[in-house]
C-alpha cells in the first residue's frame, strides 16, 4: 500500500514540551531505551530484548511503549490497553524498566510521531529506539522509516526466524553506512543519527502470536 512509504513522514502537530505529564520522570544526559510494541500479551521473549539493550548499550532505563493499536495489525485481535499495560508490567522487571502508554497520553498512532514527541519534551535525554530482528525484516513497511533512522539511534536486538532476512533487510541495506559493530554497542546512545547496531545475544523463541494461537487452541477450563 502506498500509505506505508519511504520517504518522510509528514509532521503532525504534537504536544507542546510541558503540556502533560507523560510519567516517564527522565533526567537530562540520560541514556534511555524506547522500546516500542503492542505487547499483545508481553512475554519473555520481549524481556529478552529489554534486557539485553539494558545491559549491552549500558542505559539508565528502558521505555516500554505500549501501542494504543499497532496501524499494521487487526484491532480485532488486540487485547484491551489496560490488559496490555498490565502484561508488560508483569515482564518490565525492576527499577530500570518503565511501562508507559505515552502514545495514548498524547494521541499518537505512528511511531515517527511519537519519537518526535519525545524527543520534543525531552531534548536533552540521549534516546535509542530498540528492536528485535523481526521488526527490522519489515521495517521498510514503516511509515517514515528513514526518518526514524535519522531521528535517534537504533539498536536491534537478534531473534529467532529473522536473522537471514533481517540482516538483508530494505532497511539494512539502505543504512549500511551507519552500522555501528557491536562492540561499540555502548557508544550507540551518544552517537547522531543515523546510526545502528546489530547485536547477537542468546535466542528466545517466543512469540505473542505463539501465545495468542495457544489460548484459542486451549479448551475452557
Known amino acids: 500500500m502506498s500509505f506505508f512509504h519511504a520517504g518522510p513522514a509528514p509532521r503532525a502537530f504534537g504536544p507542546r514540551s510541558g503540556a502533560l505529564r507523560d510519567g516517564l520522570h527522565l533526567e537530562p544526559g540520560m ?13 519473555d521473549g520481549h524481556a529478552h530484548v529489554a534486557e539485553t539493550a539494558l545491559t549491552r548499550l ?5 521505555v516500554w511503549l505500549v501501542s494504543p493499536q499497532n496501524p499494521l495489525k487487526d484491532p480485532s485481535q488486540s487485547a484491551s490497553l489496560v ?7 508483569r515482564w518490565a522487571r525492576g527499577p530500570s524498566m518503565i511501562v508507559s502508554d505515552f502514545e495514548t497520553r498524547v494521541g499518537t498512532s505512528w511511531t515517527i510521531d511519537t519519537l518526535r514527541a519525545l524527543k520534543s ?9 530498540l ?12 511509515r517514515g522509516w528513514t526518518d526514524i533512522m535519522r ?6 536486538i537478534a531473534r529467532p526466524g529473522s536473522l537471514l532476512e533481517s540482516r538483508a533487510a530494505p532497511a539494512a541495506r539502505r543504512f549500511a553506512f551507519a552500522r555501528v559493530p557491536a562492540a561499540r554497542a555502548q557508544l550507540l546512545p551518544l552517537m547522531e543519527a543515523p546510526a545502528w547496531a546489530y547485536l547477537s545475544a542468546p535466542l528466545n523463541p517466543r512469540s505473542s502470536t505463539a501465545l495468542r494461537a495457544a489460548a484459542q487452541a486451549s479448551p475452557p477450563a
Open 31 to 43: 541514556r534511555v531505551g524506547l522500546f516500542g510494541g503492542s505487547f499483545n500479551p508481553a512475554h
Open 151 to 156: 531521528l535517534m539511534p537504533v539498536a536491534v
Open 83 to 89: 490488559e496490555r499495560m498490565a502484561s508488560a508490567r
Open 131 to 142: 528492536m528485535g530482528s523481526d521488526n527490522l525484516a519489515s521495517f521498510d513497511l514503516w
Open 58 to 62: 549500558g542505559l539508565d532505563r528502558v
Open 121 to 129: 519534551r525531552h531534548p536533552d535525554v540521549n534516546f535509542v529506539w
